[in-house]
């Protein structure tokens, strides 16, 4: 029951950390106002319909999901990615009955995907995602959080859909167009923010307090100076409405594509930002349990008028650093939503958008993981590469490519990396240890039995680094018999089974042979089942090797002119 209803593991807690989360979940609340809104704008669809996804899936997410402190709802990626599908069949200004409809049913689709995917333990593809990659998509994702807050910021009308660098340019050509009372609340707002998390006792309440101080300020100004401070406005007050999706084979066929695409990058959001926050809280999570409450999300809030979800970057972060420690914040947060829609409404729509620009400006900067980009920056070019061109895709590309690109590079590394395993020249020392002859140039070698040790799997990526070694070895040392440490061999395929063959086969013929020692089981379960293993004799493996060094030294039929073992005076 664990498994199938995960919140049976955290309700527990919940009932400890109920306060904390009841902060957090009030702090949602306000934050999630304006954002539903905006999203459902950039969606293309009616601001009511941000405020239904709002309210319903993160509760459903929440129940099925394994993360403490993700909240799912309508995001930017996900409302520009549902615009860019359907606009291409149809545009909102032309029927947006029927681009509403679509839109719903998209995101039907797309949860079945994301369930399927779930349902098919298919959570292991996340873990091509590195680190790096997450590091770099929180930092650009940040950067993009705290620039697209800028037009609230300032004060100035930036088009909507400018990308990052479009903003930067538009806002520096029109800087004198600046609303310097829109800014003052907003800097007010954050500099409230930052001193009052300076704070002990009420750290944890430093959104909720900067948001009133910003609030009541923006007011005052209001009323003194009679000027325009933009506010989230209007808000309509009725719950999520039960409505069946639109069923219509031709529109489903049409929009399959498009659902896979969101589906897809839903998910890959989801998983980037749960494990983003597990690098602060360390919590073990569960990819396949995110996929499929992802799944179950959309699926399910779709018959209530929802457009697609996902995990929320700017929710789901101000959820954390808010303190929250169980999924009741986000559960809170959407029933705090509906009790503001359903009875305060006219209230909460006087809440000024330059103060939610400056809570949203320093959740993007604590998105940026400093200490873990300088440890990258220190320890790997490689890792350093693969977080660069996250973090500069996420800002100049889709979000979508961004992660793709990152998520190549890492395996691009990782595939050069293991394509080229260690192999090592092993002599004897005076006090009968194995070590590289590189390290130790008073190690003796046996001059008819060579000892080497292969750190790494041989499989048809590292096939041909492997035979280049062999073959040199093969061709400029005339040792006949060659033994493999095979200890750090992690697994052999089907190319490298092959290889293996018929290189032993060809020292066999014209040499004396290649053995080995300690090769793992697991190793051997390809060379088995192919039958690999009974064409080259399994009286080459060994258990260890001293007992591989004896049973080769009675087949050697010359005295070992460099004794290295004592089996070389045994001759």
Same mark, same amino acid.
């Given at each position: 029951?664990?498994?199938?209803?995960?919140?049976?593991?955290?309700?527990?807690?919940?009932?400890?950390?109920?306060?904390?989360?009841?902060?957090?979940?009030?702090?949602?609340?306000?934050?999630?106002?304006?954002?539903?809104?905006?999203?459902?704008?950039?969606?293309?669809?009616?601001?009511?319909?941000?405020?239904?996804?709002?309210?319903?899936?993160?509760?459903?997410?929440?129940?099925?999901?394994?993360?403490?402190?993700?909240?799912?709802?309508?995001?930017?990626?996900?409302?520009?990615?549902?615009?860019?599908?359907?606009?291409?069949?149809?545009?909102?200004?032309?029927?947006?009955?029927?681009?509403?409809?679509?839109?719903?049913?998209?995101?039907?689709?797309?949860?079945?995907?994301?369930?399927?995917?779930?349902?098919?333990?298919?959570?292991?593809?996340?873990?091509?995602?590195?680190?790096?990659?997450?590091?770099?998509?929180?930092?650009?994702?940040?950067?993009?959080?705290?620039?697209?807050?800028?037009?609230?910021?300032?004060?100035?009308?930036?088009? /909507?859909?400018?990308?990052?660098?479009?903003?930067?340019?538009?806002?520096?050509?029109?800087?004198?167009?600046?609303?310097?009372?829109?800014?003052?609340?907003?800097?007010?707002?954050?500099?409230?923010?930052?001193?009052?998390?300076?704070?002990?006792?009420?750290?944890?309440?430093?959104?909720?307090?900067?948001?009133?101080?910003?609030?009541?300020?923006?007011?005052?100004?209001?009323?003194?100076?009679?000027?325009?401070? /933009?506010?989230?406005?209007?808000?309509?007050?009725?719950?999520?409405?039960?409505?069946?999706?639109?069923?219509?084979?031709?529109?489903?066929?049409?929009?399959?594509?498009?659902?896979?695409?969101?589906?897809?990058?839903?998910?890959?959001?989801?998983?980037?930002?749960?494990?983003?926050?597990?690098?602060?809280?360390?919590?073990?999570?569960?990819?396949?349990?995110?996929?499929?409450? /992802?799944?179950?999300?959309?699926?399910?809030?779709?018959?209530?008028?929802?457009?697609?979800?996902?995990?929320?970057?700017?929710?789901?972060?101000?959820?954390?650093?808010?303190?929250?420690?169980?999924?009741?914040?986000?559960?809170?947060?959407?029933?705090?939503?509906?009790?503001?829609?359903?009875?305060?409404?006219?209230?909460?729509?006087?809440?000024?958008?330059?103060?939610?620009?400056?809570?949203?400006?320093?959740?993007?900067?604590?998105?940026?993981?400093?200490?873990?980009?300088? /440890?990258?920056?220190?320890?790997?070019?490689?890792?350093?590469?693969?977080?660069?061109?996250?973090?500069?895709?996420?800002?100049?590309?889709?979000?979508?490519?961004?992660?793709?690109?990152?998520?190549?590079?890492?395996?691009?590394?990782?595939?050069?990396?293991?394509?080229?395993?260690?192999?090592?020249?092993?002599?004897?020392?005076?006090?009968?240890?194995?070590?590289?002859?590189?390290?130790?140039?008073?190690?003796?070698?046996?001059?008819?039995?060579?000892?080497?040790?292969?750190?790494?799997?041989?499989?048809?990526?590292?096939?041909?680094?492997?035979?280049?070694?062999?073959?040199?070895?093969?061709?400029?040392?005339?040792?006949?018999?060659?033994?493999?440490?095979?200890?750090?061999?992690?697994?052999?395929?089907?190319?490298?089974?092959?290889?293996?063959?018929?290189?032993?086969?060809?020292?066999?013929?014209?040499?004396?042979?290649?053995?080995?020692?300690?090769?793992?089981?697991?190793?051997?379960?390809?060379?088995?089942?192919?039958?690999?293993?009974?064409?080259?004799?399994?009286?080459?493996?060994?258990?260890?090797?001293?007992?591989?060094?004896?049973?080769?030294?009675?087949?050697?039929?010359?005295?070992?002119?460099?004794?290295?073992?004592?089996?070389?005076?045994?001759?």
């Amino acid at each position: 029951m664990h498994k199938i209803f995960p919140f049976l593991n955290w309700l527990p807690l919940a009932k400890k950390t109920w306060k904390d989360d009841l902060i957090a979940g009030i702090t949602g609340t306000i934050i999630v106002i304006p954002q539903a809104v905006a999203f459902a704008m950039i969606a293309g669809m009616p601001p009511v319909y941000g405020f239904y996804t709002a309210m319903l899936t993160p509760v459903i997410a929440a129940i099925f999901g394994s993360s403490y402190h993700l909240v799912s709802g309508p995001t930017t990626t996900s409302s520009i990615v549902l615009y860019g599908i359907i606009s291409k069949f149809i545009h909102p200004e032309t029927d947006i009955e029927a681009f509403v409809s679509l839109a719903i049913l998209l995101s039907f689709m797309a949860g079945v995907i994301k369930l399927f995917m779930g349902i098919a333990r298919m959570g292991k593809l996340v873990n091509f995602v590195s680190n790096s990659v997450i590091i770099g998509f929180s930092a650009g994702a940040g950067v993009l959080i705290a620039f697209k807050q800028l037009k609230h910021i300032f004060g100035i009308k930036v088009p /909507q859909g400018s990308s990052f660098y479009q903003i930067i340019g538009y806002i520096g050509n029109h800087i004198s167009e600046t609303n310097w009372y829109a800014f003052s609340v907003a800097m007010l707002t954050l500099f409230t923010a930052l001193a009052i998390k300076k704070v002990k006792k009420i750290s944890r309440l430093y959104m909720l307090f900067a948001m009133i101080f910003g609030s009541l300020f923006a007011l005052w100004l209001s009323s003194k100076y009679m000027v325009n401070i /933009q506010t989230v406005g209007k808000i309509p007050s009725n719950l999520p409405p039960f409505k069946m999706p639109a069923f219509d084979y031709n529109n489903m066929k049409m929009l399959t594509s498009g659902a896979i695409i969101l589906a897809t990058l839903g998910l890959v959001e989801a998983a980037a930002i749960s494990r983003s926050i597990a690098l602060h809280t360390h919590q073990k999570l569960n990819t396949n349990q995110e996929f499929i409450s /992802q799944g179950i999300s959309n699926t399910i809030s779709s018959f209530f008028s929802c457009y697609t979800s996902s995990a929320s970057f700017t929710r789901s972060s101000i959820n954390f650093q808010a303190g929250a420690k169980t999924p009741m914040s986000a559960l809170i947060s959407a029933f705090g939503l509906m009790i503001v829609v359903l009875l305060f409404a006219e209230y909460a729509a006087f809440l000024p958008k330059p103060a939610m620009g400056g809570i949203i400006l320093l959740v993007g900067y604590n998105l940026i993981d400093f200490t873990h980009i300088k /440890q990258i920056i220190k320890s790997s070019k490689r890792e350093l590469i693969v977080f660069g061109a996250t973090f500069l895709g996420t800002l100049f590309l889709d979000l979508q490519i961004a992660l793709v690109l990152g998520v190549f590079l890492s395996l691009f590394f990782y595939l050069e990396r293991t394509s080229k395993p260690n192999i090592a020249e092993l002599g004897l020392t005076e006090d009968n240890r194995f070590v590289n002859i590189i390290r130790n140039k008073d190690t003796k070698e046996c001059s008819n039995l060579k000892v080497i040790r292969i750190d790494g799997s041989i499989y048809f990526g590292a096939i041909e680094e492997i035979s280049d070694y062999f073959t040199k070895l093969y061709e400029e040392n005339k040792t006949k018999h060659l033994l493999v440490i095979a200890d750090g061999i992690n697994f052999i395929d089907l190319a490298g089974s092959e290889w293996l063959m018929h290189e032993v086969l060809k020292w066999q013929e014209n040499r004396g042979g290649i053995y080995f020692s300690g090769m793992k089981l697991v190793s051997q379960d390809v060379l088995k089942k192919g039958g690999f293993l009974k064409k080259m004799g399994y009286d080459i493996f060994f258990t260890d090797k001293k007992t591989a060094i004896a049973a080769i030294h009675k087949k050697i039929d010359t005295p070992c002119k460099i004794k290295a073992f004592e089996e070389c005076s045994l001759e």
